[in-house]
């Protein structure tokens, strides 16, 4: 497995003073006593090494309880669980014994600070989530994760979650709603399958859970598939309901939210959601956004993480937890060490300036397209893309363009809008397998597409369906980022056409015999682009399977939409190593399956089997100077970690009939995993 890579876009802690060094070795054997069952947080009499933690915390008035450890850190300018991390605890067992209520001197741990009882604040947190996809097994994962992790009475955690009977046999195809605490979800059926992707679903959810869990702060989770303000071909917006056949319209989700009177936090567990254009409409419904600008992995949010960190301090502010959900997200990930991730708290008090600098700096391009367009387009090359390529980060572009403008009016604008982005995002974290162009992720994202990546109807959505683009929402002196977008794609100094469409409807799926292995199916798509459950799970053309080293299974799949780009679709199989807990692995049978009518199919035919490995290894992708030569390196056979399927071209105007349900043995090696 490719060696991975720990980035961070915001700058370092400054280095801890000498004085602190000896106290934050002790509160690492603390902590590394406190998990492992030693005297440190459960009573006793404590040690020489324990009692010099002592009387730190009692030098800094600071209790012996999570809250005061945290303090003590916070004071060295460091996290707890970076002392948990380097001394061999997981993230999990210091969030874990940190939110502990046994641990504290009273409920939530609070510090009280003026006389009478202790009271902490109160949280409620929505999650909404639209797994009626093929996101429904990881959304009984995240449910597990939630029911594992501690309660209080200071923080409740409601649900509203719609499953699906087509990749999870066996649950209800009802919507159920509830609580989630004390290691058990009292979820109860609404007794219907409701439409997740209605706006008025998600108003009524807030509008209840606010009702009869009315707090200090509320939290929502919107939890499903994200595009962005769109992603997919005919897709525009998030929560997928693939038994209604909606989704929703960015628009309708921060109507829904402001209708039910607003939260102070708005988590995306979604792919693509860290845009300018979704910030901008959620001005009004939210205080922050978290959300990340590229894909988001299947198992999506840590909860048992997240719930532990607002049950260990439900005090804190909605900053901080917002900025602590980024941080977990990271060291999650990190720590699995298998995808590259990124996520940002975004503060939306600063939209309306970044709102206004976009603007003036759509006009300058607009009334000067024909100066400008090669600095436009090598600004959009130079910034780090996501998605299809539509979207690239916000700062870095117009970083990029501020450099590149003929303009000395347009340099200044574009660095004023570069500052306003930055302004606006307050954290971001990056972890990633040496993808360099994640790296310079900066946390807010915007679209800059080219010709031959979106179709007319993309542009006419762009204008229509966001408020970012409205005339009521224009600036003094600006114009809207879509008549900009609009001119740039409707001619290019490089030539370019439109994006052109074709019927879809076709899938790919693989299963194999050896559940110690882990193998990844990917596609790479008529533009280049690679798709699959390892790279997230959509893409321009397609919905993909959990990747299956989370799930533990042993198959995965690839199902293209009803319409997608034009050109072919390269199948392929990769044996990544061994799956997740199996120290060693050794070979698999792999056998890939293909549904596709045009091809007359009448059902998933295997097209191939092959005995694969980790060696013979193909040599690195970075020594293929072309496709030509991996594709052939890849075709001959010689390398037993890789396996090519085969291509498909979809053809124009030849039309597909819907897809068949997976076949039983296909869903059943797919929902086979620990729950």
């Known amino acids: 497995m490719v060696n991975s890579v720990r980035a961070e876009t915001y700058p370092r802690k400054p280095a801890i003073r000498n004085g602190f060094r000896a106290f934050l070795r002790l509160l690492a054997m603390f902590l590394l006593l406190a998990v492992a ?8 009499t404590p040690t020489p090494l324990q009692q010099l933690i002592l009387d730190y915390l009692s030098a800094h008035s600071l209790p012996l309880t999570p809250k005061g450890i945290a303090a003590g850190a916070k004071l060295a300018g460091v996290s707890v669980f970076d002392i948990g991390e380097a001394f061999g605890l997981t993230p999990n067992q210091s969030s874990a014994w940190l939110s502990n209520p046994a641990n504290a001197t009273c409920p939530g741990d609070c510090v009280c600070t003026a006389p009478g009882p202790c009271a902490a604040k109160t949280w409620t947190v929505m999650i909404y989530m639209a797994g009626d996809n093929n996101l429904s097994d990881t959304a009984l994962l995240n449910l597990n994760q939630m029911k594992s992790a501690n309660s209080s009475a200071n923080v409740r955690v409601v649900v509203l979650v719609e499953f699906s009977p087509t990749y999870t046999p066996g649950v209800s195809s009802n919507t159920l709603y509830g609580t989630v605490t004390n290691g058990s979800a009292d979820l109860q059926s609404v007794g219907q399958n409701i439409d997740m992707g209605n706006r008025q679903s998600l108003r009524d959810f807030v509008r209840w859970a606010k009702g009869t869990y009315p707090a200090d702060h509320y939290a929502l989770v919107l939890w499903s598939h994200g595009g962005g303000w769109k992603d997919r071909s005919l897709v525009r917006g998030a929560l997928d309901d693939e038994s209604s056949h909606s989704i929703m319209p960015i628009a309708d989700i921060a109507g829904a939210i402001e209708e039910a009177g607003g939260v102070d936090l708005i988590n995306f567990d979604a792919c693509f959601m860290a845009m300018y254009e979704v910030a901008y409409e959620l001005r009004n419904a939210a205080k922050f956004l978290v959300a990340s600008e590229t894909t988001v992995p299947g198992p999506g949010n840590p909860y048992d993480m997240l719930i532990n960190r607002l049950v260990f301090d439900p005090d804190q502010t909605t900053a901080d937890f917002a900025g602590g959900m980024v941080e977990d997200f990271f060291r999650y990930y990190g720590a699995v060490g298998h995808e590259s991730v990124q996520n940002a708290l975004i503060d939306l008090s600063h939209m309306a300036q970044v709102h206004e600098k976009a603007q003036q700096v759509a006009a300058l391009l607009t009334s000067g397209m024909d100066l400008e367009r090669v600095a436009l387009q090598s600004a959009r090359d130079a910034a780090p893309y996501y998605a299809d390529g539509n979207n690239v980060d916000l700062a870095r572009f117009a970083d990029a363009l501020s450099m590149r403008a003929a ?107 050896n559940p110690a292995a882990d193998l990844d199916l990917l596609v790479n798509e008529p533009r280049g682009k690679w798709a699959g459950p390892s790279v997230g799970a959509s893409s321009s053309n397609a919905f993909s399977s959990t990747d299956s080293y989370y799930t533990g299974g042993t198959a995965e799949y690839y199902i293209a939409l009803p319409q997608v780009e034009q050109g072919e679709f390269f199948v392929f199989v990769r044996y990544i190593g061994c799956a997740q807990g199996y120290a060693s692995c050794g070979p698999t049978t792999v056998t890939v399956y293909r549904y596709d009518p045009r091809q007359g199919d009448s059902s998933y035919t295997p097209i191939a089997t092959r005995l694969m490995d980790h060696s013979p290894a193909l040599p690195a992708l970075s020594g293929f100077g072309s496709w030509s030569p991996f594709l052939s390196a890849v075709a001959s056979g010689s390398y037993s970690d890789w396996l090519y399927a085969q291509s498909a071209t979809p053809q124009p105007g030849i039309a597909s009939p819907p897809l068949s349900p997976l076949p039983k043995a296909l869903v059943k090696a797919l929902t086979a995993i620990p729950r």
């Not at 069952?37 to 006793?44: D, I, K, R, V």
């Not at 762009?462 to 879509?482: H, T």
């Open 407 to 513: 303009d000395p009016t347009l340099r200044g604008r574009a660095a004023e809008l570069a500052a306003a982005a930055r302004a606006a995002v307050l954290a971001t974290r990056v972890y990633t397998l040496g993808d360099p162009s994640l790296n310079q992720s900066t946390g807010l994202a915007i679209f800059v597409p080219s010709p031959g990546q979106v179709s007319s109807r993309d542009i006419a959505d762009y204008g229509a369906l966001l408020a970012s683009n409205r005339p009521a929402n224009a600036v003094a002196g600006g114009v809207s980022w879509q008549a900009m977008v609009a001119q740039l794609v409707s001619g290019s100094s490089t030539g370019g056409t439109l994006l052109s469409l074709t019927q879809g409807n076709f899938a790919y799926g693989i299963s194999w015999d």
């Open 37 to 44: 069952g030693g005297t440190g947080a459960s009573g006793g």
